[in-house]
């Protein structure tokens, strides 16, 4: 069993910055790779970024490529979101995700590759 936790949503005007933790508990935490997945009102839940068990590998949706940076710290159990240049756009709850099968150097994109999620936060960007 893997819980996961998120936090540091909240509202910012367009062009500002968030960033999002997400902690991980009860299961070794280098033992999983970790995706961050967005849904907003009426839409599908959406692949945002991943990172690999390993951390070296990360992979991104298209449109956040250069704004969000994914990240994860070993030693606090934690992987973050930092999300810069926010758009209206990217308004939605954001769930972090774990995939418990990925090997060592494997990013997941879709829903179905992930075993664990979160209970998600909501991020609001003003226009």
């Known amino acids: 069993q893997v819980q996961l936790v998120e936090s540091g949503g909240g509202l910012v005007q367009a062009g500002g910055s968030l960033r999002l933790s997400c902690a991980a508990s009860?299961?070794?935490?280098?033992?999983?790779?970790m995706g961050w997945f967005r849904q907003a009102p009426g839409n599908e839940r959406e692949f945002v970024a991943a990172i690999s068990r390993s951390g070296a590998n990360t992979a991104y949706a298209d449109s956040m490529k250069g704004r969000f940076t994914i990240s994860r710290d070993i030693g606090k159990n934690t992987v973050f979101l930092q999300m810069d240049s926010l758009k209206p756009e990217d308004t939605a709850v954001y769930y972090c995700?774990?995939?418990?099968?990925?090997?060592?150097?494997?990013?997941?994109?879709?829903?179905?590759?992930?075993?664990?999620w979160g209970q998600g936060t909501q991020v609001t960007v003003s226009s």
């Open positions: 009860g299961r070794t935490f280098s033992s999983y790779a």
């Open positions: 995700a774990a995939d418990i099968s990925g090997s060592y150097y494997y990013t997941a994109r879709e829903k179905y590759e992930y075993t664990y």
